[in-house]
């Protein structure tokens, strides 16, 4: 059974920063594209970033543009989302997702406050 964790979560004042990762407990996902969706207070989840499983190839939501960057480690196995610039708007829980060839798997979620 694979088990996505992520951590990094927390509380930050607007515009401040914070770094979330993802990595898999179990065994390695090589080979998979990563994203991150969030889900603020009475919304639904919604897409964030994603990266494709060389590490070459992104894409933002337009609400972060600019001011997040999803990366990939490889060695470790292990997707980071670097987030600066945090907004109020940006408050809500942070998951993680990897796929490839119709297998999907997600994370329990890290939650992100940010105090305007």
């Known amino acids: 059974q694979v088990e996505l964790v992520e951590s990094g979560g927390g509380s930050v004042q607007a515009g401040g920063s914070l770094r979330l990762s993802c990595a898999p407990s179990?065994?390695?996902?090589?080979?998979?594209?990563k994203a991150w969706f969030r889900r603020a207070p009475g919304n639904e989840r919604e897409f964030v970033a994603g990266i494709r499983r060389n590490g070459a190839d992104t894409l933002y939501a337009d609400s972060v543009k600019g001011r997040f960057t999803i990366s990939l480690d490889n060695a470790k196995n292990t997707a980071h989302l670097e987030m600066n610039s945090l907004k109020h708007d940006d408050t809500g829980v942070y998951f993680c997702?990897?796929?490839?060839?119709?297998?999907?798997?997600w994370g329990q979620g890290t939650r992100v406050t940010v105090s305007s």
């Open positions: 179990g065994r390695p996902l090589y080979g998979f594209s």
């Open positions: 997702t990897a796929a490839r060839l119709g297998r999907r798997y």
